[in-house]
C-alpha cells in the first residue's frame, strides 16, 4: 500500500528513439542483453509504504497528533503512526520525504519465433512455434540479418 502527496512521473520522452538506439548499440556489441534503463519513474514529496508477503496480511494502526475522528492522511508529519494489531507477513512499513518508491524497467526482448535461427553459420530451423525457446540473435546475427535485427525490441522487465 502505498499513500503520497506530491505524486510526479518524470519519464524518457522518446521511447522509440531510445529503442533504436539501444538495438544499435546491442548489434555492435556495446549493449550487453542484461543491461537495463529506468524510463519512468514515481517521486512523491511525501509517502507511507507498507509491504507484505500475503494477501491475508491485515493491520490496524493507531495515530497520535493532530489527527481528527474520522479520515487522516497517513503522509502527514505532524501524525504519529504506530501498529495496534499486525498479523500476516508485514514486512515493513517506510515513511518519507522525496521518496521514489516506483520505476519501471526496460530491456531487449526479442521474438522467439518468426526469424531462421544460425548456430556456428548454419540453419538449425526456422522458428515458427512461440513455445520454443530461442536464444537472443547475437550482435553479429543482428547486424547481418533484418529478420533477426527485427526481432529485437525494447519491453518492460517484469
Given at each position: 500500500?502505498?499513500?503520497?502527496?506530491?505524486?510526479?512521473?518524470?519519464?524518457?520522452?522518446?521511447?522509440?528513439?531510445?529503442?533504436?538506439?539501444?538495438?544499435?548499440?546491442?548489434?555492435?556489441?556495446?549493449?550487453?542483453l542484461?543491461?537495463?534503463?529506468?524510463?519512468?519513474?514515481?517521486?512523491?514529496?511525501?509517502?507511507?509504504?507498507?509491504?507484505?508477503?500475503?494477501?491475508?496480511?491485515?493491520?490496524?494502526?493507531?495515530?497520535?497528533g493532530?489527527?481528527?475522528?474520522?479520515?487522516?492522511?497517513?503522509?502527514?508529519?505532524?501524525?504519529?503512526?504506530?501498529?495496534?494489531?499486525?498479523?500476516?507477513?508485514i514486512?515493513?512499513?517506510?515513511?518519507?520525504?522525496?521518496?521514489?518508491?516506483?520505476?519501471?524497467?526496460?530491456?531487449?526482448h526479442?521474438?522467439?519465433?518468426?526469424?531462421?535461427?544460425?548456430?556456428?553459420?548454419?540453419?538449425?530451423?526456422?522458428?515458427?512455434?512461440?513455445?520454443v525457446?530461442?536464444?537472443?540473435?547475437?550482435?553479429?546475427?543482428?547486424?547481418?540479418?533484418?529478420n533477426?535485427?527485427?526481432?529485437?525490441?525494447?519491453?518492460l522487465?517484469?
Open positions: 500500500m502505498i499513500q503520497a502527496d506530491g505524486v510526479h512521473e518524470p519519464q524518457i520522452g522518446n521511447i522509440a528513439k531510445l529503442n533504436h538506439d539501444i538495438v544499435e548499440a546491442y548489434k555492435l556489441g556495446k549493449w550487453p542484461g543491461w537495463k534503463v529506468i524510463v519512468k519513474l514515481t517521486r512523491t514529496a511525501n509517502a507511507v509504504i507498507l509491504v507484505s508477503q500475503s494477501a491475508q496480511a491485515k493491520v490496524e494502526m493507531s495515530a497520535s493532530d489527527v481528527q475522528a474520522g479520515s487522516f492522511k497517513l503522509t502527514d508529519a505532524s501524525v504519529k503512526l504506530g501498529f495496534a494489531h499486525t498479523s500476516g507477513d514486512i515493513r512499513v517506510d515513511r518519507g520525504q522525496e521518496v521514489t518508491p516506483l520505476f519501471q524497467l526496460v530491456g531487449i526479442w521474438k522467439s519465433w518468426g526469424w531462421p535461427f544460425f548456430r556456428e553459420g548454419r540453419l538449425e530451423r526456422f522458428v515458427a512455434d512461440p513455445a525457446p530461442v536464444p537472443a540473435p547475437t550482435p553479429g546475427q543482428a547486424r547481418s540479418d533484418p533477426a535485427a527485427a526481432a529485437l525490441y525494447l519491453d522487465v517484469s
